[in-house]
């Protein structure tokens, strides 16, 4: 039967009803201001990010311009290289993604829009883009080097988080995707993987490869990882940024437990795990947090907290996240409890190691360079 939710419908998709509020419970004054400023800094932010989407991105640098250190991770285009620019001696990572395969796969687009959306989010939570350049082997996608590693090591090493801690990277995780939402766009891929933690224990988000442009339409497109992937996505039903939220609710649940409320090893009986919305809270959960995770991991779409009318303001003002100053958050001003250990600046231990593979040089004759004909 989880056949069939998998195969891409047409069915109509109903609109759904939203639910006047989810949370009930008096907003206090602090958190009452912080929506008025958050709501402020949103739409100025926006603003910012409708001029330089547009913005013809450039290319700003070049390969030859870093010494290539070590690979520090690797992704469906290509890999991640730690790289220190020879000039400025600073250290960078650099998404060398191969063009053949982009333009194989028939990414060329994707791509350019995932390269472009870095360059135009600026957010304390997203990662950035600082350069970029291209040949006719790789693109390079420069970005800051985010020395604690992922989020995921320090989870398995930690075996879970305790609530403080989760508390702390979920409200980083909620604040990015309001940002993100306001701009239009789903991010569609979150997961502890795709979380890197810099050395003062902040989080930031990578990994824009699944990111769309939907603003209030639906998309049916099938991505994402098993665990995390929402009901709505699973039953080809169109969906927006409610698949987001979705993930949000296993990642805070994740974080608590250290594993996922949905797992398997078969991806089939884990979808349908997901679209039964069944799941088991350990009993060390608080009583607030389970609340908070069974309002968000509802199935029934017109119930899930995130996308009711009050949006995010529902999920920041409930109970687990009472107490949180969010404006602190959101200036980096609260002192993380847990920061990776670094030897320093260059300590790449929080990473894994991987085989060194060397680099393809650039020729004219390698292959058409089709990004040259598309207008970055
Ligand atoms: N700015 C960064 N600083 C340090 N490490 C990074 C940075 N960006 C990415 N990495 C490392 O490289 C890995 C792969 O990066 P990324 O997820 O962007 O690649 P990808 O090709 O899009 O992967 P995927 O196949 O999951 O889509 C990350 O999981 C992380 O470990």
Known sequence: MINDYLVKSCQTVKCISEQEHGNSEMVDNKLAKHF?????????????????????????????????VKTLGTGSFGRVVLAKHKTKDMLFAI????????????????????????A??????????????????????????????????????????????AKFYAAQ?????????????????LKPENIMMDKEGYIKI???????????????????????????????????????????GILIFEMNAGYPPFYGRDPMKIYEKIVS????????????LKELIGNILQVDRSKRWGILKNGAKDVKSHEWFRGL?????????????????LKGDDDT??????????????????FPDEFAKITL
């Open 95 to 118: 998404k060398l993604m191969d063009k053949d395969h982009v333009v194989r796969t028939k990414q060329v687009q994707h791509t350019i829009y995932e390269i472009r959306l870095m």
């Open 349 to 366: 231990s929080n990473f894994d190691v991987y085989d060194e593979e060397p680099l393809r040089k650039a020729s004219t004759e390698m």
């Open 206 to 248: 990578t990994d824009y490869g699944f990111c769309k442009k939907i603003d209030e339409q639906r998309t049916y497109t099938l991505c994402g990882t098993p665990e995390y992937l929402a009901p709505e996505i699973i039953m080809s039903q169109g969906y927006n940024k409610s698949v987001d939220w979705w993930s949000l």
């Open 120 to 165: 135009a989010y600026k957010f304390p939570f997203l990662i950035t883009l600082e350069y970029f350049f291209k040949d006719n082997v790789y693109l390079g996608i420069v970005m800051p080097f985010i020395n604690g590693g992922e989020m995921f090591t320090h989870l398995r090493t930690l075996k879970k988080f305790d609530e403080q801690l």
């Open 325 to 341: 100053d969010w404006d602190a958050v959101f200036q980096r001003k609260v002192k993380p409890s847990y920061k990776p250990r």
């Open 277 to 288: 919305g069944k799941y088991h809270c350990p009993s060390t959960f608080s009583r607030p």
């Open 36 to 68: 008025i400023d958050y709501d402020a800094y949103l739409k100025r932010a926006k603003k910012e990010f409708e001029t330089t989407i547009k913005t013809e991105l450039t290319v700003t640098a070049s390969l030859d311009d870093f010494k290539l």
């Open 173 to 189: 995780v909620i604040l990015a995707f309001e940002y993100i939402h306001y701009l239009g766009v789903v991010y569609r891929d």
